[in-house]
């Protein structure tokens, strides 16, 4: 039984934590820790849900080549980022900017959830007045 | 019930309107389409090989002077293949220059469809690597820009382009820049 146990567990041994970016290497620590963040902050426009570092697609894989390459050539994350944001525009950025005209999206769910609460805390402290009597 | 509890009773029904009209028209978009950062600015660096001539590159000179498709294609793109008899006619009918780029594609594919169907292309670029098609900002073939006289980038397209799409989208465009 306990065999059956043990070959679960290896089921569990999940490959997808294997490092992609051991596919790519750079002569200094700085640079590999570079390509992973960017990596993860980029977004793949063919699967548009995925980071770079979470899609296959060729041109995921195009672009983490020329990531990886500007990095080797010196290029600093913020400049390889605004190179990408004028080929493809902001969307490639998988977090949107906080600029003042995102602030909605980023702030309105949380503005919309105490609106909310707070708008229902009145509804039941107004009807919690009214019943009691005069 | 007073009218001014009436009408209370009428905010949530405004603001779920409000909030049903957004989502009814974000249904209607295809929001994958991702809006290009090129429009109305120069165009991009402009050099691959020339498919035809490997020896020889392409420059983005090419553009000016007239109004310029630049088509995206590939062999292994069906829908790119798809729209394949529309640049004939687009090409016959001399109304713009129509310049291709195939983009990471089997040289020998290409050829031997060219030689197949036909060339309506007056140049075409060999972008093997991509990196071409990265300075353009492709994403998802086909990908059909219009370049004004000046090699401007005035318009992107991505998609098939049908009949229908030519008709109502590119050539009110095109006809604007001549």
Redesign the interface.
């Given at each position: 039984m306990k065999y059956v146990f043990l070959l679960c567990g290896m089921l569990f041994i999940n490959s997808t934590f294997a490092n992609a970016t051991d596919l790519y290497s750079f002569s200094t620590e700085n640079q590999q820790r570079q390509f992973n963040t960017l990596i993860h902050e980029l977004r793949c426009l063919v699967c548009q849900n995925q980071t770079l570092a979470e899609s296959n697609a060729g041109l995921a894989l195009d672009l983490k080549n020329q990531i990886a390459s500007k990095l080797r050539l010196g290029f600093s994350s913020a400049q390889i980022k605004e190179y990408l944001i004028q080929r493809y525009g902001e969307t490639i950025l998988y977090m949107p900017p906080l600029s003042k005209h995102t602030w909605i999206l980023w702030f309105g769910p949380f503005a919309l959830l105490l609106g909310g609460c707070g708008s229902l805390i009145f509804c039941i402290v107004a009807r919690g007045s009214e019943a009691r009597p005069g | 019930m007073t009218i001014s509890r009436a009408l209370k009773s009428f905010i949530p029904f405004i603001i779920l309107s409000v909030i049903g009209f957004f989502l009814w028209q974000a249904l209607g978009e295809d929001l994958?389409k991702?809006?290009?950062?090129?429009i109305n600015e120069s165009t991009?660096e402009f050099s691959p090989p020339n498919l035809l001539n490997p020896k020889l590159q392409l420059n983005k000179k090419l553009f000016l002077g007239h109004v310029t498709l630049l088509n995206v294609w590939a062999t292994w793109c069906s829908v790119c293949m798809s729209e394949y008899p529309i640049f004939m006619d687009i090409a016959r009918s001399h109304l713009v220059s129509v310049v291709g780029l195939d983009y990471?594609d089997e040289r020998t594919d290409a050829l031997n469809w060219l030689h197949e169907h036909g060339n309506p292309f007056n140049e075409i670029g060999y972008d093997e690597?991509?990196?071409t098609?990265?300075?353009?900002?492709?994403?998802?073939i086909p990908e059909t820009f219009i370049i004004d006289k000046q090699g401007v980038v005035r318009y992107k397209y991505v998609g098939k382009i049908s009949r229908v799409v030519w008709e109502k989208t590119f050539l009110p465009k095109i006809l604007a820049l001549q």
């Open positions: - | 994958r991702i809006p290009s950062p090129l991009p990471k690597s991509g990196n098609g990265i300075d353009w900002g492709v994403y998802g």
